[in-house]
């Protein structure tokens, strides 16, 4: 692996762990377009490394502020973690079998379409 390499891996990592410590989102939103545009990663090892990147660091730092702060749920939080690795499980074996590349990166624009025009023109 080349030190540019490395280097545009940090930067990843640092604006996807801000953001998501911000508000929450970093992975698909960020992680998976930048490994694909700046490291030529294709749209399925983009998101599978995305997903593997999340496993540690998620439950560390970032929500022992949340917990800190009286702002988490741990019965919500360990339901969703349950039915998120079963659902984790299904999407890759969907994504993976069924689902070619190229379409696989217009149902993932076109799902990062649709939640910002929800966020940006239909939220209070």
């Known amino acids: 692996m080349s030190v540019s390499t ?3 891996l940090v930067l990843i990592g640092i604006f996807a762990g801000v ?5 929450g989102i970093g992975g698909g939103i960020l992680v998976v377009p930048a490994l694909i545009y ?4 294709g749209q399925h090892a983009a998101q599978g490394t995305s997903l ?13 502020n949340y917990y800190k702060a009286g702002a988490l749920n741990w019965k ?29 990166k217009k149902v993932f624009g076109i799902i990062m379409l649709i939640a910002s025009i929800k966020l940006v023109f239909f939220s209070k």
């Open 6 to 8: 490395i280097l545009i």
């Open 19 to 23: 953001l998501s410590g911000m508000v």
């Open 76 to 104: 919500y939080a360990a339901v969703i973690a349950i039915a998120f690795i079963i659902g984790g499980y299904i999407g890759s074996k969907v994504s993976l079998t069924f689902i070619s590349e190229a379409a696989m």
């Open 52 to 64: 593997a990147l999340m496993l540690p660091p998620i439950g560390i730092l970032g929500v022992m």
């Open 38 to 41: 700046f490291l030529g990663m």
